[in-house]
């Protein structure tokens, strides 16, 4: 809603008081919402996806796993937190990708064995069996 200073029209204070308990109540209910948090997620889900292809598009002949994994775009997606743990693990099991460093910064975890060190999938089967024990009903576990 408009106020005041975007119609550039002086509102009375009772016109101030209603367009201010109207805000706090758009905010509350987008707060509360389940379509505005669906929506919201959706969103951010396609941004993920966009990030994800960069990534892949801008490292692809990368041999350095420094600059792969300190490439803006995977910076980006490890940004979101838990939040990209449903999608991070999706992907891992759908495609595969080295999503290891971006899995144990977000979880604090490094459920690799040491014999699987290096070899990528005993790598990838580790995460999966950690995501499988841990991870229920897409709400991760996260070492806070």
Known sequence: MKTEFEYNIPLSESGKNISCSFSNAKKLYEGNSLF???????????????LKEKWKQETIFESSSDKIFSNSN????????????????????RNG??????LK?????????????????GMKSDWLEWSEKYYLNEKPIVNS
């Open 36 to 50: 505005v948090k669906q929506k919201k997620r959706n969103e951010e889900y396609s941004e993920f996806l966009e």
């Open 74 to 93: 995977y910076v980006k997606i490890i940004d979101y937190g838990a939040e990209a743990l449903p999608w991070i693990i999706k992907d891992l099991k």
């Open 97 to 102: 990708g080295f999503w290891f460093f971006a």
């Open 105 to 121: 910064k977000i979880t604090g975890f490094n459920p690799i064995k040491t014999e699987n060190i290096g070899r990528y999938e």
